[in-house]
């Protein structure tokens, strides 16, 4: 006998209330003014700027806070203008922080430049920089920041190759690093695109790995020149200087003693003229006591005196002739 077929019976689904033609609409329009608000409604960020886009035409820039734009009209593009940017040069920073690792490999042909003098060096550095304009930085040039790559790298090997290895690894290397910021804002300004310098920094300056144990030894023996030019100028200073304080001194005791010589001898040649007006006035009385002046000055040094009466006669009883000198002149008189 054949089976009779077995039929299931599914329940049916609740019939969803119907809405009238005017509540439809309204919840369409709802939908449709809520996304609308949205779209039209952003907000710009403290360290951005926002660029509007009408069909895809510039229209305005727009500073930080929330605006409104026009929804499916216009675009929003943010420029995050107050933001240091930088980019490396023949490194690359793996993991930025306290002690921040970089990779060198692969980025070799951005470092190995040639110097004025025919050397080679290894030069890595950092531009930092951030957008001044956000309008140039989006419209003014393609790609800006490659081609802000290129012109650093330009501008650098054109610096290098005009100074001597010694400047840029030793004494030049701040001058290196402010004539590649200056020349590379200039660049800037001639390509409209947008970008300001902050700064230029030459991370690390070395010479090529194969020459570098050379490069030391030549560095060393420098440096030893140096130090051994200075001692010799501090030694050479310092004799000079003796020398020169000497002469000085000595120039001044001899000026001293000429001033003093000098006005002794005025207030001497002074004092003569004096006496000899005096003098004239009383020729004997002056005479006499000059004799007294000298003889005042010669008696007192020497030893025996005898005082005689030229018209004496009969001198000799009186005399000790037991002083051997005053015999001796007696009998040498006699």
């Not at 890595?124 to 012109?151: G, H, N």
Request: hydrophobic fraction near 40%.
């Amino acid at each position: 006998m054949a089976k009779t077929p077995t039929i299931v019976e599914f329940p049916k689904m609740p019939e969803l209330p119907k809405l009238p033609a005017g509540g439809l609409r309204l919840i369409l329009l709802a939908v449709i003014g809520v996304v609308l608000l949205f779209n039209s409604a952003y907000t710009i960020e403290p360290e951005e700027q926002g660029v509007i886009l009408r069909f895809g035409k510039y229209t305005r820039t727009t500073d930080p806070g929330l605006h409104l734009k026009i929804p499916l009209v216009e675009q929003i593009r943010k420029v995050p203008v107050q933001r240091q940017l930088k980019q490396e040069f023949g490194f690359r920073t793996v993991r930025a922080g306290v002690q921040s690792q970089a990779s060198r490999r692969g980025f070799e042909i951005e470092s190995n430049m040639l110097t004025g003098d025919l050397n080679a060096a290894v030069v890595e550095w950092v531009v930092q920089y951030r957008i001044d304009d956000a309008r140039e930085f989006l419209f003014k040039v393609r790609e800006v920041e490659e081609t802000l790559a290129d012109m650093s790298e330009a501008v650098m090997r054109q610096v290098v190759g005009n100074r001597t290895v010694d400047e840029v690894l030793t004494s030049g290397r701040q001058q290196v690093a402010d004539l590649v910021e200056d020349r590379l804002q200039v660049l800037c300004d001639q390509y409209e695109n947008g970008v300001k310098i902050e700064q230029v920094v030459l991370q690390d300056v070395n010479p090529p790995e194969p020459v570098k144990p050379s490069f030391n030894e030549v560095n060393q023996a420098e440096q030893e020149k140096e130090t051994k030019i200075n001692q010799a100028q501090q030694r050479y200073n310092e004799v000079i200087f003796r020398a020169t304080g000497e002469a000085e001194q000595t120039i001044s005791n001899a000026e001293g003693y000429a001033l003093d010589r000098v006005n002794r001898a005025k207030g001497e040649a002074a004092r003569f003229e004096s006496v000899f007006s005096e003098y004239r006035k009383a020729p004997e009385v002056t005479r006499q006591r000059i004799y007294l002046e000298t003889m005042n000055d010669i008696l007192p040094k020497m030893g025996n005196k005898m005082i005689l009466d030229g018209n004496l006669d009969g001198v000799l009883p009186l005399l000790n002739l037991q002083d051997s000198a005053l015999g001796k002149a007696v009998e040498k008189k006699e």
